[in-house]
């Protein structure tokens, strides 16, 4: 069956667009998805919009109404302050979490499964992305470096934030979607794995780097090498 490929904006998908063969473009649920071949594999691509409400939206309406056999997310993600990671690279992730869904008390930090209403097994609302979809992708993109993946509602453009998110996530890079998109995976019951290019650095906005290009340029070139492309 077909891989369905979830990205948030064109600007991460636009030499992805280009490389899908015989493309054309399906309605699904409200939604258009190019479809076509990456390599030997069917793919559909579709374009949720940012932040984790729209992805959940968008990825949970067209599964409804189509199978899909896995999907991959992909997209420009920001390195913490301690990651060891440098713009361009490139990395997939074995864990995802949203560190932010919960309570915050004079205690400290308490996710959803704190106060009863448990999103993930772990904390911070974390889950295990370690599947044969992920390894099979790390096989094939030697360079990808593993790493921990959070969701956050609120990026993390000051210093002590990006700081705090990073502590307690226990992760290397911060993104948007992929929780959700994770959690819809799981609930359609097909495998999730999401791969993302370092864009920037987190931390105080007037003093982050950014290189969007050498990001989308290098995601774009990991996701044809996934599907033996290029």
Request: proline letters at 5%.
């Amino acid at each position: 069956m077909t891989t369905l490929l979830v990205a948030a904006v064109a600007r991460e998908t636009r030499y992805v667009t280009a490389a899908i063969s015989s493309s054309r473009t399906e309605r699904r649920a409200g939604y258009d998805l190019t479809v076509g071949r990456l390599g030997l594999s069917p793919v559909a691509l579709l374009l949720t919009g940012v932040g984790a409400v729209r992805a959940s939206a968008a990825a949970s309406a067209v599964l409804a109404v189509e199978p899909f056999a896995r999907i991959l997310n992909f997209g420009v993600g920001g390195a913490y302050p301690n990651s060891g990671l440098n713009i361009g690279d490139l990395t997939i992730a074995v864990s995802e979490c949203d560190p932010q869904s919960g309570i915050l008390t004079p205690e400290g930090f308490r996710d959803l499964g704190g106060l009863g209403f448990p999103l993930a097994p772990a904390f911070p609302n974390k889950l295990d992305l370690q599947n044969e979809w992920t390894e099979t992708l790390a096989a094939r993109l030697p360079d990808a470096q593993p790493v921990g993946v959070a969701s956050v509602h609120c990026c993390s453009g000051t210093d002590a934030l990006a700081a705090e998110m990073e502590t307690r996530s226990d992760s290397e890079v911060e993104a948007m979607e992929g929780f959700a998109l994770a959690c819809a995976a799981r609930k359609a019951g097909i495998p999730f794995a999401e791969i993302r290019a370092i864009s920037n650095f987190t931390g105080d906005r007037d003093r982050q780097r950014w290189n969007l290009d050498l990001a989308c340029d290098r995601l774009a070139a990991a996701v044809r090498q996934a599907f033996g492309e290029g």
